[in-house]
């Protein structure tokens, strides 16, 4: 029984495996099966990374960045009985209007998969005259029906709260250029309907820490609990060999989450094993899900490895947050409301 206390449905079956007795660092621990999902995991499909899952129905089911053999991203569903052996759908998901019209996009990647009220929603960054968020809603993973895009281009790494906030629905995304973007502040923005976004704050920025100190993004959905929304992201450095992707975690004021409660200086986890380190795109460690369970406190992370790889890492509600806590930094633009 963990003392912080997650608000979410119960996942007695979350993946799991004990913490190794040596430990450095965050209370992050590998799954010492990983990777989870090797290379050509399904037909024309080159590479799965930088995917999200939740439970369904008993079992777990997934949106996944399929890198086709063409190069092109687009989500497929995954389905599992343990959240640990995957299988893929051989055709990418099937987008339609809210007509019932095919409505495809372009390309899609980097999918969050967030269930608010009856509807799960998939948002993923796709184009819209360059790099922007697109969304869709489902309710039985059969038919998806795409929605306005909320935001103007250029924008990644959306995430949408998995409840609404004083009778709003809440997005994180992180305003971006048309490249590989050497910057970027997390901010969030608000909803009564899914179609009009406003009233955007700036949550938090990068920080003097080296393994976040180019720019941030927005990870998994955020996990209710009593301390607060607990948000694991990404931090990005800049080396002479390109940009690295650490896993990082920071406490959100749970009425107005644009107020940074708690940040770790620390990274949670940096890219040390072979499949973190070697792939298409070399260092890399993308958390974009969570499946955690309320009762025993256990959490899941899912995290791209190496643009190649889906990893799983394991941590507590309490070893996390107490770590977070003890090692937190807050600067002034993390602390403040975030309007301008
Ligand atoms: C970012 C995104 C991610 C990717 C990362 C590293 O800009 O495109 O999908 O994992 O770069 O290549």
């Given amino acids: 029984m963990s003392e912080v206390k997650m608000i979410a449905p119960a996942v007695p079956n979350v993946p799991w495996q004990e913490r190794p007795e040596k430990m450095n660092g965050a209370p992050v621990w590998r799954y010492k099966e990983n990777p989870v999902i090797g290379r050509n995991p399904a037909k024309e499909v080159a590479r799965i990374f930088n995917s999200a899952v939740m439970p369904y129905e008993g079992e777990f089911i997934g949106v996944f960045r399929g890198e086709q053999t063409n190069g092109i991203p687009y989500i497929y569903l995954g389905k599992s009985k343990d959240a640990i052996h995957w299988e893929f759908d051989e055709e990418k998901i099937s987008f339609e209007d809210e007509e019932g019209n095919p409505f495809m996009p372009v390309y899609a990647y980097d999918p969050r998969l967030v269930k608010v009220e009856d509807t799960y929603y998939i948002i993923w960054c796709q184009d819209f005259y360059g790099a922007s968020i697109g969304m869709a809603r489902t309710t039985d993973f059969k038919k998806f029906v795409r929605l306005e895009n909320p935001f ?164 507590t509600a309490d070893e996390i947050i107490s770590y977070i806590k003890e090692h937190s930094v807050t600067r002034e633009n993390d602390t403040e409301i975030g309007k301008r």
């Fill in 152 to 315: 103007l281009p250029f924008n990644r790494n959306a995430v949408l709260f998995p409840r609404k906030i004083h009778g709003k629905f809440m997005m994180l995304s992180r305003p971006s250029d048309s490249g590989h973007t050497p910057f970027g502040d997390i901010f969030v923005s608000e909803s009564l309907d899914m179609v009009y976004w406003g009233r955007h704050r700036h949550v938090m920025g990068k920080s003097s820490e080296w393994w976040e100190s180019l720019k941030i993004g927005g990870g998994a959905a955020p996990i209710e609990t009593t301390e607060g929304w607990l948000l694991f992201y990404h931090g990005v450095s800049q080396t002479c060999n390109g940009y690295v992707y650490s896993i990082g975690g920071a406490i959100l004021d749970i009425d107005n989450p644009s107020i940074v409660k708690y940040r770790c200086e620390n990274f949670l986890l940096t890219p040390e094993e072979w499949y973190e380190e070697r792939g298409f795109v070399a260092n890399v460690t993308f958390p974009c899900a969570t499946l955690h369970d309320p009762e025993s406190g256990r959490i899941a992370i899912y995290y791209g490895a190496a643009d190649t790889y889906v990893g799983l890492a394991f941590t």
